[in-house]
């Protein structure tokens, strides 16, 4: 089975631009979580979809934005760009609500 | 405000040494505990452990979840250089689907 595959890889934007990256969970897998990794805070939930539904949500404001469509393809945007906003993006696949499987990440950082 | 902490932050070890990573949780309605280890790359998953499944054994490494002191260790015996990397520990606590709480980790590093 294929992993999880985000994209971009990297990303380079400056500030108050928007920027959207993409995931595609394993195949079969309906959960798609997000999550922002910076050294400072490690690793820090954003929001999790389920059957297109956002079923969790994590305390970033709202210019952190996601979706999910109907083949479990999952997008998030993010407005308004800070510097603050330089980090690993990762995508997690899981089946339901069970171990999650991560994808290499987009690293994006903001000038 | 739900967290989970790690200790110690970084270790540094001989090959063929044993180590021990902790792992405290405070987070409503825990439904399950996981351990990855992460090196230049994205978290690869190692362990889930949940109430009803409070030990979990896989080579060279073990983990035990202690749900009265609201804990965990990962234990790795007889370490090798490829076991250098941080080690994260993430707990479950929702009702109604995957939402994921982090520790910072600890970065292992093993030296020949």
């Known amino acids: 089975k294929a992993g999880v595959t985000q994209t971009p890889r990297y990303l380079i934007k400056t500030r108050g631009q928007q920027v959207t990256l993409s995931c595609s969970p394993i195949s079969g897998h309906r959960s798609v979580s997000w999550y922002q990794q910076t050294p400072g805070q490690g690793l820090q939930f954003l929001f999790e979809y389920f059957s297109e539904t956002q079923r969790n949500k994590g305390n970033f404001p709202g210019r952190f934005s996601g979706r999910q469509f109907s083949n479990s393809r999952s997008e998030m945007n993010v407005s308004t760009l800070e510097l603050g906003d330089s980090a690993l993006y990762l995508c997690a696949s899981s089946p339901g609500w069970e171990t999650q499987y991560f994808g290499p990440g987009t690293r994006l950082l903001v000038l | 405000e739900d967290k989970v902490v790690q200790s110690p932050l970084s270790l540094v070890v001989h090959e063929g040494d044993t180590v021990t990573l902790n792992c405290s949780y405070e987070?409503?309605?825990?439904?399950?505990l996981l351990w990855y280890k992460q090196e230049k790359k994205a978290p690869t998953f190692l362990f889930m452990l949940t109430s009803s499944g409070i030990e979990k054994k896989s080579g060279r490494l073990s983990s035990i979840l202690d749900k009265k002191e609201l804990s965990s260790i990962l234990n790795i015996t007889a370490t090798q250089t490829g076991d250098s990397a941080i080690y994260l520990c993430?707990?479950?606590?929702?009702?109604?689907?995957?939402?994921?709480?982090f520790g910072t980790g600890t970065s292992l590093t093993v030296i020949p």
């Open positions: 993430a707990v479950g606590g929702s009702n109604t689907g995957n939402q994921f709480y």
């Open positions: 987070v409503t309605n825990f439904r399950s």
